[in-house]
């Protein structure tokens, strides 16, 4: 029997307990929980500090002090009682704990014995199974059919170990034990998807709905490749929601997806969490270089997920448009393997105007917001660096004033999807943090930033407070006819020149 090694044991059950649905409704809880595993996974345990959980998971400023503000203690003990009820009632049975002690941030995983006689020991000390040895000794001898109870015995301690490793595997989510190669999907083949079709590759559990509203379902449609969870401690940036993308297909595959007449806008999502630095395979561009066909046609060629991204556990968002079923009524893709296996995490289909991808609308808030005109504003997605932060300053624009309740500040940037075309950019920002205090004139308390698009100038020294003639003032700067760069996003980046660059609300709209 392979031992499972302390590692892996932890990051089993660390998976199971995001996947059990203990964080639903609770995204602040999932991101502190989520937070303390992957650094202790790393190995920055040193770096579990109030401060850092408060900036790097719970979106606190730098000026972030923890004598002002408690948040971190009381989410801490908000995890704690959560994760207390858990293991009392659906988690009981799993053999490994995750507890976060009192008086420090560091998770510690511990055994679950199934007697009070022994006490809990590190996860460092545990084994799928312990062997019984059975030793003869010369004060206790075999009476004459020692044989045949020594056997029995024997029999009994295996049928124990067993149902330890099936209680085991139990523990874990089930979609997690697909591994067969050229696995073949076995539902109804001709039923054409859903009006809006979103799939996660690899992933064979129930439906998944994410912080956007939109459910996800199992896989479905495939043929061929080999379906896989992606390692608990590979956290993806950038994703529509971070509890996705945790699964993917890769080898040689294909999806046929039977389809309603119209066109449609596709959506294949990919997340180099093998190759690149850092990961398990090292490397660096080139790679894994793949080739993927939709309806015979190539339309991804040499393509190298980790090169486009720019950098390893990133989501990369590929967009087609005007996608229509071929003659048989489906949509065929297929990935054919390059210089490593070609792989996949998700692919999303929704019905589309012809010639027209939809707009792209995002807060940098934790969940989707509709303005004044009923239109849905996305939850913050496609960004990399900064940190978010709620405002509750009142804006001067009161039919827009749900758009300005969030805000990205820091240095960072958005890798915002599209296909081919041109597209108006509108940012919308409000000052609700400097120049809303009493020294208003102070020129310390004031900001200024740069915002560039594909590497081209939109903004410079650009001061909100300025530009919208006082803070708490809502201001839109627009852009036209801007264009995808070669890896079909338009990339936003926001520099800070003095104190933190900052943004509210993006939106990016097709005009022809």
């Known amino acids: 029997m392979n031992v499972v090694t302390d590692s892996q044991v932890e990051r089993n059950e660390v998976e199971s307990v995001l996947h059990s649905g203990l964080f639903d409704k609770a995204a602040r809880l999932e991101r502190f929980f989520r937070y303390v595993c992957d650094q202790h996974f790393a ?232 190759f690149g630095q850092g990961n398990p395979g090292g490397g660096a561009d080139s790679t894994r270089i793949f080739q993927v066909l939709i309806n015979g046609a190539p339309r991804l060629d040499g393509f190298d997920p980790l090169g486009e991204a720019g950098a390893p556990n990133r989501v990369l968002d590929r967009v087609f448009k005007d996608i229509v079923p071929a003659a048989d009524g489906k949509l065929h893709l297929q990935f054919v393997s390059g210089t490593a296996a070609a792989f996949l995490n998700a692919l999303e289909l929704v019905p589309s105007a012809p010639g027209r991808m939809h707009p792209v609308r995002i807060v940098a808030q934790s969940g989707p917001v509709t303005d004044a005109d009923g239109r849905l504003w996305a939850a913050d997605e496609y960004f990399s660096g900064g940190a978010t932060v709620a405002r509750q300053n009142a804006v001067v624009n009161p039919s827009e004033r749900a758009l300005y309740q969030g805000e990205r500040f820091g240095n960072f940037s958005y890798r915002i999807p599209v296909a081919p075309g041109k597209y108006r950019l509108t940012l919308h920002f409000a000052e609700t943090y400097f120049g809303t205090y009493a020294f208003q004139d102070d020129p310390l308390n004031r900001r200024s930033f740069n915002v560039f698009v594909n590497g081209t100038a939109l903004l410079r020294d650009f001061d909100v407070v300025k530009q919208a003639g006082g803070p708490n003032r809502g201001l839109k700067e627009v852009f036209e006819n801007l264009e995808p760069n070669a890896q079909g996003m338009l990339l936003l980046e926001f520099i800070p020149v003095k104190n933190y660059a900052e943004i509210n609300a993006i939106e990016v709209v097709e005009t022809e």
């Open 43 to 274: 190995g920055r345990a040193e770096h579990i500090k109030e401060y850092s959980i408060a900036l790097e998971a719970l979106g606190r400023p730098a000026t972030f002090d923890p004598k002002k503000d408690s948040i971190v203690r009381v989410e801490a003990h908000r995890l704690r009682k959560r994760l207390d009820q858990f293991y009392r009632e659906d988690g009981a049975s799993h053999p490994v704990h995750v507890v976060i002690p009192n008086g420090q941030y560091r998770p510690l995983f511990v055994v679950k014995e199934p007697t009070e006689e022994r006490p809990l020991k590190p996860a460092s000390e545990l084994t799928v199974m312990e062997p019984v040895v059975m030793v003869q000794t010369s004060e206790s001898p075999l009476p004459p059919d020692g044989n045949r109870k020594r056997n029995l015995m024997i029999a009994v301690a295996v049928m124990a170990m067993v149902i330890c490793v099936v209680a085991a595997r139990r523990t874990m989510p089930t979609w997690r034990q697909k591994s067969a190669a050229n696995e073949v999907w076995t539902g109804p083949a001709n039923e054409p998807a859903g009006a809006e079709s979103r799939i996660l590759a690899g992933y064979h559990g129930t439906p998944f709905v994410d912080r956007q509203g939109h459910t996800w379902s199992a896989d479905a449609y495939y043929r061929g490749g080999v379906s896989s969870a992606i390692q608990p401690g590979n956290w993806i940036e950038g994703g529509p929601d971070p509890r996705l993308l945790k699964s993917r297909r890769a080898g040689r595959f294909s999806y046929d997806i039977p389809l309603r007449p119209g066109a449609y806008e596709l959506h294949l999502y990919f997340a180099e969490t093998e």
